[in-house]
């Protein structure tokens, strides 16, 4: 059974950066799917950023272009989200996510198996 664990959340002021860190073990996810989600308390969970299997494709929320980066290292069986320009609008828990299938790299959870425990995002000043 896969298992990730998240670090990197935290307490930022605006424009400031973080960077949210995503460990897997129990089986080898080098060919899967990545996604992070983010979720505030009464809003539904929504999609932030993916990566496909190879790490060679990735996909961000429109919310998050050009402030985000999603990325991959396979040797260390790690996922990453580099935030940058931090808005207050960015606080949430922030989730990974794992498609075993190793095909999906986009906004929709339900393709995902794998969860993460969330880690919170707080932008304030």
């Known amino acids: 059974q896969v298992q990730l664990a998240q670090s990197g959340g935290g307490l930022v002021q605006p424009g400031g950066s973080l960077r949210l860190s995503c460990a897997a073990s129990g089986r080898i996810f080098d060919d899967f799917g990545m996604g992070w989600f983010r979720q505030t308390p009464g809003k539904e969970r929504e999609f932030v950023a993916a990566?496909?299997?190879?790490?060679?494709?990735?996909h961000y929320a429109d919310s998050v272009k050009k402030r985000f980066t999603i990325s991959r290292d396979d040797g260390k069986n790690a996922v990453y989200l580099q935030m940058n320009s931090l808005k207050p609008e960015d606080t949430a828990v922030y989730y990974c996510?794992?498609?075993?299938?190793?095909?999906?790299?986009?906004?929709?959870?339900?393709?995902?198996?794998?969860w993460g425990q969330g880690t919170q995002v707080t932008v304030s000043s």
């Open positions: 996510a794992a498609d075993s299938g190793g095909t999906y790299y986009g906004p929709d959870m339900r393709e995902y198996e794998y």
């Open positions: 990566i496909s299997g190879s790490g060679r494709s990735t």
